[in-house]
T-cell receptor, first 111, second 114 residues
Framework: AQSVTQLGSHVSVSEGALVLLRCNYS??????LFWYVQYPNQGLQLLLKYTTGATLVKGINGFEAEFKKSETSFHLTKPSAHMSDAAEYFC?????????FGKGTRLHILP | DTAVSQTPKYLVTQMGNDKSIKCEQN?????MYWYKQDSKKFLKIMFSYNNKELIINETVPNRFSPKSPDKAHLNLHINSLELGDSAVYFCASSLRLAGNNEQFFGPGTRLTVL
């Protein structure tokens, strides 16, 4: 079975600083990978996805992620954090007919 | 608006009661899901239907019964509610033919059992 590990349940960065949220997955086949964001009291919104092709994937709100097969990683980055980025972020991998989610990382933005 | 919608948004009820949550999608998707998000924000799939056929049924108490009258709707009925059922329940949908399982989520239903 596939699994997803997100390092750090809470990450704090200063406004304007680099955001780096880490995600590692285990998969025996080429994976489909996702990052979702959940703002307080809202549902999940897709930030970006990797299916095939280019390993650097650009998403909404200035986020991007790089698929690194050799490291089984799919880390999420944003060059400059904004206060509005404060939210819960979920990395996920597709398995058969379902998505396996990581436990989430809460991103805090410090003024 | 094209979206996944859920009703109600909030549901407060007593232990032992029976309640239902409704979900509808107008995205033309053929697969729908129910997830439970606990107080630690952990998301776990409960059920999935493809074209009204149950395809995923995780280890969920049989007090939970999903019903899909058509591929645009997936309802969740819960009998004899318990304190541990308190959580946020999310509905989602996807297009199986797309092959990548990208799922679109509803806004959630916060269930509180007293």
């Amino acid at each position: 079975a596939q699994s997803v590990t997100q390092l750090g349940s809470h990450v704090s960065v200063s406004e304007g600083a680099l955001v780096l949220l880490r995600c590692n997955y285990s998969s025996s086949v080429p994976p489909y990978l996702f990052w979702y964001v959940q703002y307080p009291n809202q549902g999940l919104q897709l930030l970006l996805k990797y299916t095939t092709g280019a390993t650097l994937v650009k998403g909404i709100n200035g986020f991007e992620a790089e698929f690194k097969k050799s490291e089984t990683s799919f880390h999420l980055t944003k060059p400059s954090a904004h206060m509005s980025d404060a939210a819960e972020y979920f990395c996920a991998v597709s398995e058969d007919d379902k998505i396996i989610f990581g436990k989430g990382t809460r991103l805090h933005i410090l003024p | 608006d094209t979206a996944v919608s859920q009703t109600p948004k909030y549901l407060v009820t007593q232990m032992g009661n029976d309640k239902s949550i409704k979900c509808e999608q107008n995205l033309g998707h053929d697969t729908m899901y129910w997830y439970k998000q606990d107080s630690k924000k952990f998301l776990k799939i409960m059920f999935s239907y493809n074209n009204k056929e149950l395809i995923i049924n995780e280890t969920v108490p049989n007090r939970f019964s999903p019903k899909s009258p058509d591929k645009a709707h997936l309802n969740l009925h819960i009998n004899s509610l318990e304190l541990g059922d308190s959580a946020v329940y999310f509905c989602a949908s996807s297009l199986r033919l797309a092959g990548n399982n990208e799922q679109f989520f509803g806004p959630g239903t916060r269930l509180t059992v007293l």
